[in-house]
């Protein structure tokens, strides 16, 4: 029995969403590398004299470990919010286990009022 059907829907939706996020991000930027690997393979076979390939593909170098950098980055980041995300929903699903406790409790509670409340009810009628 789900008493919260829309917590499951939400955590699945979030959490495919979050999913195809790494996996876009993944594809986008290891499509990205191999398009700067072309690039530097296209200068490579450009009629340039070899004194001005040199600092182009020192700068290629550069800039393709500046996007790693980035990409390590990002991933770091995407991870640490995946688990702040996963330790949120962890308190979310245990407040609302200790909610509906405290709510079966009080309704006991309640219930139990009730019951005296028709006993002393039949004792002053008997009176």
Same mark, same amino acid.
């Given at each position: 029995?789900?008493?919260?059907?829309?917590?499951?829907?939400?955590?699945?939706?979030?959490?495919?969403?979050?999913? !195809?996020?790494? #996996?876009?991000? @993944? =594809?986008? &930027? /290891?499509?990205?590398?191999?398009?700067? +690997?072309?690039?530097?393979?296209?200068?490579?076979?450009?009629?340039?004299?070899?004194?001005?390939?040199?600092?182009?593909? !020192?700068?290629? #170098?550069?800039? @393709? =470990?500046? &996007? /790693?950098?980035?990409?390590?980055?990002? +991933?770091?980041?995407?991870?640490?919010?995946?688990?702040?995300?996963?330790?949120?929903?962890?308190?979310?699903?245990?407040?609302?286990?200790?909610?509906?406790?405290? =709510?079966?409790?009080?309704?006991?509670?309640?219930?139990?009022?009730?019951?005296?409340?028709?006993?002393?009810?039949?004792?002053?009628?008997?009176?």
């Amino acid at each position: 029995m789900e008493k919260y059907p829309s917590r499951k829907g939400f955590a699945n939706k979030f959490g495919k969403s979050l999913s !195809s996020l790494k #996996s876009s991000m @993944s =594809k986008a &930027l /290891q499509s990205n590398t191999s398009s700067n +690997k072309n690039e530097v393979q296209t200068i490579d076979s450009s009629p340039l004299p070899s004194n001005q390939q040199i600092p182009r593909k !020192s700068f290629d #170098s550069q800039s @393709s =470990k500046q &996007l /790693q950098n980035d990409v390590d980055i990002l +991933k770091e980041l995407l991870n640490k919010k995946e688990s702040l995300l996963m330790e949120l929903t962890k308190k979310y699903h245990e407040e609302c286990l200790k909610f509906d406790e405290e =709510k079966f409790q009080l309704n006991q509670i309640i219930q139990q009022y009730k019951n005296e409340n028709i006993q002393l009810k039949k004792q002053l009628n008997t009176q």
